[in-house]
Nanobody, 127 residues
Framework: QVRLVESGGGLAQPGGSLRLSCTAS?????????IGWFRQAPGKEREGVSC????????FYTNSVKGRFTVSRDKPRNTVYLQMNSLRLEDTAIYYC???????????????????WGNGTLVTVSS
């Protein structure tokens, strides 16, 4: 089965850290152009958080996470990571990874028509 599986979420205190993983199953990440991280907070629309473009090396972060989050790729493990430091209450959300429609240094676009985003991984930042 071809899919991306997120993991690594959990409970963190404000100022704490978590590392999310996005692991490809049934295919290799070399078959895609990049990976995007998206999140959906309670009562809010899904937003693009970060992405990494495997073709041209572009990396994007939404303004609210710049300087705090870092996206990286581990080719041997077929995994993309999202290192989240200095967590804030507003980072609380379900985080998803997906192959974006595009990933540039200024934007990430979620894929069209993706009905099944999977379970994602829940990040809760709370004191």
């Amino acid at each position: 089965q071809v899919r991306l599986v997120e993991s690594g979420g959990g409970l963190a205190q404000p100022g704490g850290s978590l590392r999310l993983s996005c692991t490809a199953s049934g295919f290799t990440l070399d078959d895609s152009d990049g990976i995007g991280w998206f999140r959906q907070a309670p009562g809010k629309e899904r937003e693009g958080v970060s992405c990494i473009n495997f073709v041209d090396g572009s990396i994007f972060y939404t303004n609210s996470v710049k300087g705090r989050f870092t996206v990286s790729r581990d080719k041997p493990r077929n995994t993309v990571y999202l290192q989240m430091n200095s967590l804030r209450l507003e980072d609380t959300a379900i985080y998803y990874c997906a192959t974006p429609l595009w990933c540039t240094t200024t934007d990430v676009k979620e894929p069209y028509g993706l009905n099944d985003w999977g379970n994602g991984t829940l990040v809760t930042v709370s004191s």
